[in-house]
């Protein structure tokens, strides 16, 4: 906890000028470096898209939704998410994007709460200039415990043992999302699988940031970027095909009038120049999430 880029670069420069002085892949000691130091795209926001994508594997099957009494899928779920770092901030980033309105924010300093709905971007915006989420234009500063207030999905995304036997009870929220390290202690999952509440475990949903960090290993290791090797190939292809399919069409009907064109569409035409790395990065996440659920 509280590291960054800059943290895990100077453990990798510190290991790679002392015992990895003569190893070649001395900077694949450590993961989450900046992408001029051997990191890779997408590593920051990993973990929080991987709990956006482990919720997303559950929330969308009729069976488990049913089984916690809601509907399926992001549309008019609420959530509440409980602190705002790295990986609460994108897990609401993500969630607000397919859907989903977060009514409150906890942090250590205190609470805040909109039951109409808080934009995660400028609350970001608002704790960077102000180094807090409180005071923000937003919301309102919530008495008591936000843990407790009623919602679809509760994400602790702060510290261990936040929720025990003693105030699982008073936990409202059908799923729990367990975006930090061990939040709910085994007594409290108890409780909750007595209440018929879905919790979505740490061991699965905060896997986004190590499987990322595995990526980035392999990328050190290999000393090249995701999609070098492939970039230009894909992209010729896909313009050859576009080639194909105008040339298949102009057979069939003639070129009345001059060649018949044939433009992408929209989405095609955003991954016709073929996979970056953060494309191969996001696509491998999720995959790796879906398979894993």
């Known amino acids: 906890m509280s590291t960054g880029e800059r943290e895990m670069a100077w453990m990798a420069d510190t290991y790679s000028q002392t015992a990895g002085h003569n190893d070649i892949n001395a900077f694949a000691c450590v993961t989450g470096k900046p992408i001029s130091q051997g990191g890779i795209h997408g590593r920051i926001s990993a973990t929080g898209r991987g709990v956006f994508h482990g919720i997303e594997n559950f929330i969308n099957e009729a069976t488990y939704m049913s089984a916690v009494g809601i509907t399926p899928g992001f549309q ?136 990322v960090s595995y990526f980035e290993w392999l990328k050190n290791l290999n000393h090249v970027s995701y999609g070098r090797l492939t970039f230009k190939w894909e992209r010729e292809s896909n313009y050859h095909l576009l080639e194909s399919v105008q040339e298949s069409l102009e057979r069939k009907f003639g070129k009345m009038g001059g060649r018949i064109p044939v433009t992408p569409s929209a989405d095609f035409q955003n991954r016709i120049a073929g996979a970056s790395e953060k494309d191969i990065v996001h696509s491998g996440l999720s995959y790796t999430m879906e398979r894993s659920a």
């Open 76 to 211: 008019d779920k609420t959530f509440i998410v409980q602190g705002f770092g790295n990986v609460g901030l994108h897990s609401t980033r993500y969630l607000h994007r397919y859907g989903a309105r977060c009514i409150g924010v906890l942090e250590f300093d205190g609470s805040i709460f909109n039951p109409q709905g808080i934009d995660p971007k400028e609350l970001e915006e608002w704790k960077l200039a102000n180094g807090t989420i409180m005071g923000f234009p937003g919301a309102e500063t919530y008495e008591g415990n936000l843990l407790y207030e009623k919602c679809d999905i509760l994400v602790p995304a702060a510290g261990e043992k936040v929720i025990n036997k003693h105030n699982a009870p008073l936990i409202k929220a059908r799923i729990i999302a367990e975006g930090a390290n061990g939040p709910c202690t085994p007594e409290a999952d108890k409780v909750f699988l007595a209440n018929d509440q879905l919790v979505i475990p740490d061991l699965y949903l905060n896997a986004g940031g190590v499987t």
